[in-house]
């Protein structure tokens, strides 16, 4: 089980979470094309490797949050808030990734 950092009540269990997708996409404009906005709302990619996700305190404060995790180790690299871009920490992959699992 994962123990993630609300951004205001501290380390919590995974399962008071909703993880809420990926972060940081940028929606394409009305006029956009049928291909454009399916791309948008139903592919994602699959990384192995660095992560960054939406995520929300639903058994807690009800706040959303963005969360950098590794999907291969779960490390969580970073916690840090929904308006903000990821810190610098985020730019390099944990040396712990590599030959995991």
Known sequence: M???????CGPRDENEFVCGGTSHLTRPPLGASDGEWAEYLFFRDNPKGLHL?????????????????????????????????????????????EGSR
């Open 53 to 97: 996700e939406r995520w929300r305190h639903a058994q807690g404060c009800g706040a959303w949050f963005n969360l950098a995790r590794h999907t291969v180790t779960h490390e969580i690299l970073a916690v840090y808030p929904i308006t903000e871009r990821p810190p610098a920490i985020v730019e390099r992959t944990p040396p712990s990734a």
């Open 2 to 8: 994962l123990r993630i950092r609300c951004i205001h």
